[in-house]
């Protein structure tokens, strides 16, 4: 098995080359083909992974390149890891959000929309790549906003596409670890879009927790210590309110207003992360490092390497696991359309990924649910076709986004920051 490895420069590269040798046996893999854009990040991760393989095993051989086309020929898997624009994008997207008194984060509101429209573009490339050079390959989405460029990718192209984020994974650890039981045993009743789920039910060997796990939550959310930054936090009473795990993004959009005024008076997450990818190529780069190092974990994307190489092992063996994937609905999440690309548990085979039907939303979430889909459609729309009037129609329909008048201001300034990098947008 090969797998190429779309993004190969990113300070994460190391986390799932860790998890790829940890199931090489069950993968047969044989090689790994990191590809990006930047030479000289690759000049640090590709020697770094190498070192790893071989301390490991050397019959799994590390190549690394910027030709997109040579990685993805013949390859089983093709994970894509990128970040158009790089660090100096996502800076701005944050910025973007503050400018107008709006949330500035990453993945959703304004700076996710803009990430999307730069991002979908290339992505529909890569697909294409697939399609002529490695059409029975799976491509497995971690590049954000996962979900909705999974979206994109569903709807315009043939590739057997499915989105993966974390986050479930942080979830399950952190459940499994306050019931102290194996998360091999723990089953979700799970439902959502990416960045936009809650955790309805929990099943530990066919046993229902949930009311534990949420009396749990609900007596750590009352004992809890303001962290430093003191970012805004769930309290018990949102908890009865929400009764469900919450995913932890939901707070910019429950919270909407305590974010703004927040992030009013704190540095941005993108100017820490640039200092901390600094710091780690240069941890990189030591010829003595043959391992992921400890100050990984700072920079985010816990149980990421997990994510990735256990759903890749799974197809591979036709195992039929349940993962937490985004994928189209096909009737999983009753009332939504078949072909939405939700986030939901699903039995993974190698032939198919079959989402588990859950029970209806309730009404407050299939409200917020229905909008932020909305809102992706639109911005696939946009991204896809060139259709200005479409991406000034998400940004207004998106629940973290301006209001009507100063959509066109917010539009206009979003133009202006990412220019040239939009694709058929400009």
Same mark, same amino acid.
């Given at each position: 098995?090969?797998?190429?490895?779309? #993004? #190969?420069?990113?300070?994460?590269?190391?986390?799932?080359?860790?998890?790829?040798?940890?199931?090489?046996?069950?993968?047969?893999?044989?090689?790994?083909?990191?590809?990006?854009?930047?030479?000289?990040?690759? /000049?640090?991760? #590709?020697?770094?992974?190498?070192?790893?393989?071989?301390?490991?095993?050397?019959?799994?051989?590390?190549?690394?390149?910027?030709?997109?086309?040579?990685?993805?020929?013949?390859?089983?898997?093709?994970?894509?890891? +990128?970040?158009?624009?790089? +660090?100096?994008?996502?800076?701005?997207?944050?910025?973007?959000?503050?400018?107008?008194?709006?949330?500035?984060?990453?993945?959703?509101?304004?700076?996710?929309?803009?990430?999307?429209?730069?991002?979908?573009?290339?992505?529909?490339?890569?697909?294409? !790549?697939?399609?002529?050079?490695?059409?029975? @390959?799976?491509?497995?989405?971690?590049?954000?906003?996962?979900?909705?460029?999974?979206?994109?990718?569903?709807?315009?192209?043939?590739?057997?596409?499915?989105?993966?984020?974390?986050?479930?994974?942080?979830?399950?650890?952190?459940?499994?670890?306050?019931?102290?039981?194996?998360?091999?045993?723990?089953?979700?009743?799970?439902?959502?879009?990416?960045?936009?789920?809650?955790?309805?039910?929990?099943?530990?060997? #066919?046993? !229902?927790?949930?009311?534990?796990?949420?009396?749990?939550?609900?007596?750590?959310?009352?004992?809890?210590?303001? %962290?430093?930054?003191?970012?805004?936090?769930?309290?018990?009473?949102?908890?009865?309110?929400?009764?469900?795990?919450?995913?932890?993004?939901?707070?910019?959009?429950?919270?909407?207003?305590?974010?703004?005024?927040?992030?009013?008076?704190?540095?941005?997450?993108?100017?820490?992360? +640039?200092?901390?990818?600094?710091?780690?190529?240069?941890?990189?780069? %030591?010829?003595?490092?043959? /391992?992921?190092?400890?100050?990984?974990?700072?920079?985010?994307?816990?149980?990421?390497?997990?994510?990735?190489?256990?759903? +890749?092992? !799974?197809?591979?063996?036709?195992?039929?696991?349940?993962?937490?994937?985004?994928?189209?609905?096909?009737?999983?999440?009753?009332?939504?359309?078949?072909?939405?690309?939700?986030?939901?548990?699903?039995?993974?085979?190698?032939?198919?990924?079959?989402?588990?039907?859950?029970?209806?939303?309730?009404?407050?979430?299939?409200?917020?649910?229905?909008?932020?889909?909305?809102?992706?459609?639109?911005?696939?729309?946009?991204?896809?076709?060139?259709?200005?009037?479409?991406?000034?129609?998400?940004?207004?329909?998106?629940?973290?986004?301006?209001?009507?008048?100063? @959509?066109?201001?917010?539009?206009?300034?979003?133009?202006?920051?990412?220019?040239?990098?939009? /694709?058929?947008?400009?």
């Amino acid at each position: 098995m090969k797998v190429c490895v779309v #993004g #190969g420069g990113s300070t994460y590269t190391p986390e799932l080359i860790e998890g790829l040798l940890c199931r090489r046996e069950e993968l047969e893999l044989h090689q790994i083909h990191l590809v990006d854009v930047d030479a000289d990040r690759l /000049g640090v991760l #590709g020697p770094l992974a190498r070192r790893m393989s071989e301390r490991v095993d050397d019959a799994v051989s590390v190549v690394w390149g910027t030709d997109r086309r040579a990685g993805i020929a013949n390859s089983t898997f093709v994970v894509s890891q +990128m970040r158009v624009g790089g +660090m100096a994008a996502r800076e701005r997207d944050e910025q973007l959000g503050r400018e107008f008194g709006l949330v500035g984060q990453e993945t959703v509101g304004v700076g996710g929309f803009a990430k999307a429209l730069r991002t979908i573009p290339v992505a529909l490339d890569i697909a294409a !790549d697939i399609e002529r050079l490695a059409p029975d @390959a799976t491509l497995l989405n971690f590049t954000n906003p996962a979900g909705l460029v999974t979206e994109a990718l569903c709807r315009h192209t043939d590739v057997t596409t499915i989105g993966l984020c974390n986050v479930p994974w942080t979830i399950k650890a952190s459940v499994a670890r306050a019931l102290d039981v194996d998360p091999a045993t723990v089953v979700f009743d799970y439902v959502g879009l990416n960045h936009l789920s809650w955790v309805r039910r929990v099943e530990v060997a #066919g046993v !229902d927790r949930t009311a534990e796990v949420l009396a749990g939550l609900r007596e750590r959310v009352v004992r809890q210590t303001p %962290d430093g930054d003191g970012e805004p936090s769930w309290t018990a009473e949102a908890i009865d309110t929400i009764a469900a795990i919450p995913n932890s993004y939901l707070r910019y959009y429950y919270e909407t207003d305590a974010w703004v005024r927040h992030q009013s008076t704190r540095p941005t997450r993108a100017s820490a992360v +640039m200092a901390l990818e600094e710091s780690l190529l240069e941890r990189y780069a %030591d010829p003595d490092l043959t /391992g992921k190092p400890a100050e990984l974990a700072e920079r985010g994307g816990a149980y990421y390497s997990e994510a990735a190489a256990a759903l +890749m092992a !799974d197809i591979a063996t036709d195992s039929g696991a349940i993962h937490v994937v985004n994928t189209p609905n096909h009737g999983a999440i009753p009332g939504l359309p078949g072909d939405d690309v939700v986030e939901v548990s699903a039995v993974v085979n190698a032939s198919r990924i079959e989402p588990i039907h859950v029970p209806e939303l309730r009404a407050d979430v299939d409200a917020l649910v229905r909008t932020v889909k909305d809102f992706e459609l639109l911005t696939v729309q946009a991204a896809v076709d060139g259709d200005h009037d479409a991406a000034i129609r998400a940004l207004i329909t998106n629940p973290l986004g301006p209001s009507i008048t100063r @959509a066109p201001h917010v539009w206009n300034r979003l133009l202006e920051l990412n220019a040239g990098l939009l /694709g058929r947008l400009g």
